[in-house]
């Protein structure tokens, strides 16, 4: 058979199975229609707004007593402001903020809480830097610090307010908790898709000796995987992007990143994590094996890849660690190109991680595939 | 003498071996099949049938001995093999939701080979059928659909496990009458049964196995003078029909469903 022969086999085999997805009612459901569910009840969650609590930086660049007591009252309320105490000058909390890891920065400017000439109390004025995403949050802050100003000014002196709060919008876009949010639905949806499908499916196909019959005609295994990895790859670019088209006509998604570029990357993450799912349904010789090693395999990459939980809330040495988990990088690189418009090239150390994976697991798959 | 019996015979098993946790299932069993014939594997369950018929298709791996298919070592040239031969397993099972004019695309294309569905389905009286899925098929259906399938590459040697195990006695008579067309092509027939009527009306010689061993091989007819020479007789007498041709007789040989 040339090369051209084997490569028909794959072209009609994919060409079929394609056609007999829109005949599956379930496939389509879980397909097209689960993820979707997904994608309204976490972004309904999101975009309720019940979060009450702000986290917030304060960078105190002043030297006074009264900045300094300012700062730790602020530090110990704890309440609705949650203080990240590693952020010292206003770049680092520039950037946290671009990437909505933190909601506001009160600056206190080096003559804060120092004592005018002339007069008997200490005086200044706090700065509230925030985002154009952000501007909620810095609105009920710069109330809240009013509110603080007012009590002190009343106690220090009548007829004049020595402390005002003023704020101040950065004028840069940042990430929405729904940009993580929706990389990690569009994680979910590749996963669900890449594993679950051909490790339910296999079993099945075994069990009824269609693979049997299969491996008694000249097919190869890499005829057999390439023509699932074209169908898996048409039919989940088809899945996100529906999804693409729901969170920016709903949920107000911005996609700044080049779309071919993105869906390239797309392609290539539901490739590579097809190939756990062909690895194990291939192996597996029931369903019954094949389900606990799953759960092993899936779970973490389920909760610690930034598939439901943004991976920045996580501590560091576990960020270090689920960084390496294949789902991670395609999360990662989804958000990067798609909200925050980086290039191929910028997100080099994201397709390093998933070429690994790749090779990796495609030497298992093909390793441990079994026609029966 | 051997060189020139090689051109008669299109397989030829020489001294097959296959274990199983050291349980010899087929010891050392040797056979020709001509072409053009139809032979048969009888025996009991676990007599070791299907897996002498699962290594000649190279499904299983050879212990010991050799097949060779045309002149083509089984064990030496598996895909090469694979395109020669079509296959009937015991059970015939295909994907859901997929029409059977779609099915024989995915087997003609998986031998390399772009066919007309529609030719092939007409052949086995399936014509009507070409737009239905597999699972709205009678048994008798599926057994013609499947043996189809494994005929679209025009392949030298036909294997069927049991084809006709579960069938309506109509379904039999068919499946027989099919199976005879296909020897008519040219392609040569191995089956294996548990029927012995079947074995009598269809198979022109038979290779008996017992525990792994071939225990006699000839025509049925030299068989049964054979066994009648040792002066084997019947306790009764032989009646003139037995309950199988009262059975057709009053429901027809028309095939069903």
Known sequence: ???????????????????????????????????????????????GGSDISFKVAIINDSQSK?????????????????????????????????????????????????????????????????????????????SILEAQFKGINSKLVKSETPFTVK???????????????????????????????????????????????????????WQYFLSIMLGNAVIGLLSLGIMFAVAVSVFHLKVVGNPFA???FLVFGIIMILGIGLALGGWAKNERQVAPLANIIVFPMMFLSGTFFPRFLMPEWLQNITGFMPLTP??????????????????????????????????????????? | MAYMANSDYILEVKNLQKSYDGKKAVDGISFSVKKGEIFGILGPNGAGK???????????????????????????HPYDIRGMIGVQPQTPGFQDKTKLSELISMFSAAYGEKVDPKKFLDEVNLGDKADSYVENLSGGQKQRFSIITALVHNPKV????????????????????????????????????????????LCDRIAIMDAGKIIALDTPKKLIKDLLARGFTKDQHVEQANLEDVFIDMTGKGLRA
């Open chain 1, 1 to 47: 058979m040339t090369l051209k022969q084997k490569l028909l086999t794959v072209w009609v085999f994919f060409g079929i199975n394609f056609k007999r997805l829109f005949r599956d009612k379930t496939a389509l459901f879980f397909t097209f229609l689960f993820p979707l569910i997904f994608l309204f009840v976490f972004g309904g969650l999101n975009g």
């Open chain 1, 66 to 142: 009264f900045a300094n007591q300012f700062t730790s009252e602020i530090q110990k309320e704890g309440k609705i402001l949650k203080v990240d105490d590693s952020i010292t000058n206003i770049e680092k909390a520039n950037q946290k903020m671009a990437r909505g890891e933190l909601d506001a920065t009160i600056e206190l400017p080096a003559n804060f809480g120092d004592i005018q000439q002339g007069k008997g109390y200490p005086s200044g004025q706090a700065i509230v830097h925030y985002t154009q995403n952000s501007q909620q949050a810095a609105q009920a802050l710069t």
């Open chain 1, 167 to 221: 704020a101040e919008q950065n004028n840069e876009r940042s990430l929405s908790s729904f940009d993580y949010t929706f990389a990690g639905l569009l994680g979910f949806a590749i996963l669900g898709s890449g594993i679950f499908g051909p490790m339910n499916i296999f079993p099945e196909l075994k069990k009824m000796g269609i693979l049997r019959r299969l491996h008694t005609t000249p097919l190869r295994v």
């Open chain 1, 262 to 264: 993105l869906a390239a």
């Open chain 1, 330 to 372: 395609v999360i990662d690189g989804a958000r990067l190109i798609a909200t925050e418009g980086k290039t191929l090239v910028d997100i080099a150390p994201q397709l390093g991680v998933m070429a690994v994976w790749l090779v990796l697991i495609y030497i298992i798959a093909f390793r441990v595939f079994r026609w029966e």
């Open chain 2, 50 to 76: 299907t897996t002498t018929l699962e290594m000649i298709e190279t499904l299983r791996t050879i212990d010991g001995g050799s097949a060779t298919i045309d002149g083509v070592d089984v064990a030496q």
């Open chain 2, 158 to 201: 036909f294997f069927l496990d049991e084809p006709t195990t579960g069938l309506d006695p109509q379904a039999r008579r068919n499946l027989w009458e099919l199976i005879e067309e296909v020897r008519d092509r040219g392609i040569s027939v191995i089956l294996t049964t548990h029927y012995m009527d079947e074995a009598e009306v």
